[in-house]
């Protein structure tokens, strides 16, 4: 696994499998939001198979399948309320890390400076800058 911190409640990884929920649970995450397509990964990825295994965990799941045309808005602001309902560290997952990041980013528009969203992306790796733009113009 690797984990990679954006704020104290908000954490992204790469692809997650089944075998990886005991740690997950163990690290004091709450709830596990799924931002990879199924089409994208084997059947032992796919959201039921990660569902069934953060469950037993005692983990809330969601799937919030992203893409470039699903990153709209809607599914922006639906991420974010997922993350505010949370009440524990909530750990984001698409094949980088970088959808769950950007998904983040766009969220916080408007609510803190893109500089500091921009930091807080590339502190956990992920270099968003081409993201200015859009987070600027939604200030």
């Known amino acids: ?3 990679r911190k954006l704020t104290e409640h908000y954490y992204v990884s790469p692809q997650i499998s089944a075998e990886d929920l005991p740690a997950i649970r163990a690290a004091g995450f709450g709830a596990i939001i799924c931002n990879r397509p199924d089409a994208e990964v084997p059947p032992s ?3 039921a198979a990660i569902r069934a295994a953060a469950e037993a965990e005692g983990l809330t799941f969601h799937v919030l399948e992203l893409t470039h045309q699903t990153m709209t808005p809607n599914n922006i602001e639906l991420q974010s309320q997922m993350i505010a309902a949370a009440g524990a560290p909530v750990l984001a997952y698409c094949a980088s890390g970088t959808r769950s990041s950007v998904v983040w980013a766009l969220g ?13 992306t590339q502190a956990a790796g992920y270099q968003l800058d081409g993201l200015r733009p859009l987070l600027e113009a939604r200030t």
């Open 1 to 3: 696994m690797d984990i």
């Open 108 to 120: 916080q528009a408007g609510k803190i400076p893109a500089d500091d969203i921009l930091a807080q």
């Open 45 to 47: 990825h796919k959201a």
